[in-house]
Structures are given as structure tokens and as C-alpha cells.
């Protein structure tokens, strides 16, 4: 039963630190996505990428938010310096465009403090 | 611009009751699809149904239904004789035919159901 996985499950930091959430995405997809979680915002696109290059980071706050693939079965979020509304749950998902379209599957999420 | 709204903030119900949860999306896109996610309080993000554009179908699975009507944007989801298990928050999305599956997220509908 292939998943999408992510860690840490959780991470608890100071406002400052550098943060990196990482994703192995199910294996033979060709599209990985990062989404954020929010109470005010909801479930938000950050970015997204399609055979590893990236296609669309315009959620991102590009002054302190990274995200890359460095190879086909990781994807990292990064965040420096991090900040208290950082805090939030990360989604990572992955997808492929199957016969009936596209097909997408998350990952359980990393969830973010920032204090 | 895509957008998907869902009206209903939450919604509480006794078991056995039928419930509906409406999505209404709007897109300029001629060939889009449509989903349904649950997130039950463990946080993780379970796939319910994908809809193409082009197939107008409702569907059935047990206790759960969908009604897509592309004249009136809407892709409803039903629950039969709902159980306390049910209870969660759920999510309508929307991806458009050319944006390689990324989602645009309703703010989700929490359903309470009440033994």
C-alpha cells in the first residue's frame, strides 16, 4: 500500500530557527505539492512541482520559504528564519494524471509551532 | 481564477440522519475536476471521489452520494444514514484541466455527528 510520507510528524521551534519538512513522494508520480493548513486561511497551495522542476511557488512567501526536489523521491519545504505564523500543518502530496485524470494523494502532514 | 465555496460552516446531526454538504465552484476552465476529502480529527487528508468535468454521473458508494450538476456549479455530496464515525471535516476541491492537479480548496464543512 504505497503512501506519501512526511517528517517529522511534528516540530516545535523557535521563532528564528531555520525549519526543513521533508517528503518522499509514492513512487512513479511526477507531481509533488506542497499545501499549508490554517485556521484563517484553510488548506492553501505553496507550491508544486512536476517531474522535479518547479512549476508554481506564488503561494510561497519567497523571503523565507524554499522548496525543492533534489531527487525524484524527496521533496523539502524550508523555512528561514521561521516566524509564529509560521505555525501550521504542511501537507505534501503526490499525483499523476491517470486515465480519468489527475489523482493526488497526501501525505499525513507535519505539524509546525513556531513559539 | 478558481474558487470553490462551501456555505455550510458546520453542521450537526443525530445518527441516522441523511446529510447533505454543498459545494459550489466556479472556473474558466472547459475540462476541470472536482473532490471530496474527509479529515477526521487525527488531521490526515482521506480522498472520497474525483469527478471529470465531462462525465455528469452521480455516483453512489454505500452510504455516501454525489450530485454533479455543471448547470448550476455544483457537486453535492450526501451522507445516508450518517454515524458518529462520519464526523469530520470536509473538503470540496477543485482542480482545472491544465493546472496539473493542483487544488483549490473549499473552507470545508465540519459535520458533527451526535450518537
Known amino acids: 500500500d504505497a503512501r506519501v510520507t512526511q517528517t517529522p510528524r511534528h516540530k516545535v521551534t523557535e521563532m528564528g530557527q531555520e525549519v526543513t519538512m521533508r517528503c518522499q513522494p509514492i513512487?512513479?508520480?511526477?507531481?509533488v505539492f506542497w499545501y499549508r493548513q490554517t485556521m484563517m486561511q484553510g488548506l492553501e497551495l505553496l507550491a508544486y512541482?512536476?517531474?522535479?522542476?518547479?512549476?508554481?511557488d506564488s503561494g510561497m512567501p519567497k523571503d523565507r520559504f524554499s522548496a525543492e526536489m533534489p531527487d525524484a523521491t524527496l521533496a523539502t519545504l524550508k523555512i528561514q528564519p521561521s516566524e509564529p505564523r509560521d505555525s501550521a500543518v504542511y501537507f505534501c502530496?503526490?499525483?499523476?494524471?491517470?486515465?480519468?485524470?489527475?489523482?493526488?494523494?497526501f501525505g499525513p502532514g507535519t505539524r509546525l509551532t513556531v513559539t | 481564477a478558481q474558487k470553490v465555496t462551501q456555505a455550510q460552516t458546520e453542521i450537526s446531526v443525530v445518527e441516522k440522519e441523511d446529510v447533505t454538504l454543498d459545494c459550489v465552484y466556479e472556473?474558466?476552465?472547459?475540462?476541470?475536476?472536482l473532490f471530496w476529502y474527509k479529515q477526521p480529527p487525527s488531521g490526515e487528508l482521506v480522498f472520497l471521489i474525483r469527478?471529470?468535468?465531462?462525465?455528469?454521473q452521480n455516483e453512489i458508494s454505500g452510504r455516501y452520494s454525489w450530485n454533479f450538476q455543471k448547470s448550476t456549479s455544483s457537486f453535492n455530496f450526501t451522507i445516508t444514514a450518517s454515524q458518529v464515525v462520519d464526523s469530520a471535516v470536509y473538503f470540496c476541491?477543485?482542480?482545472?484541466?491544465?493546472?496539473?492537479?493542483?487544488?483549490?480548496f473549499g473552507q470545508g464543512t465540519i459535520l458533527t455527528v451526535h450518537p
Open positions: 502530496a503526490s499525483g499523476f494524471q491517470g486515465f480519468l485524470g489527475y489523482e493526488q494523494y
Open positions: 513512487l512513479g508520480h511526477n507531481t
Open positions: 512541482f512536476r517531474n522535479r522542476a518547479p512549476l508554481d
Open positions: 472556473t474558466r476552465d472547459t475540462t476541470y475536476y
Open positions: 469527478r471529470n468535468s465531462f462525465d455528469e
Open positions: 476541491a477543485l482542480s482545472g484541466g491544465t493546472s496539473y492537479g493542483k487544488l483549490t
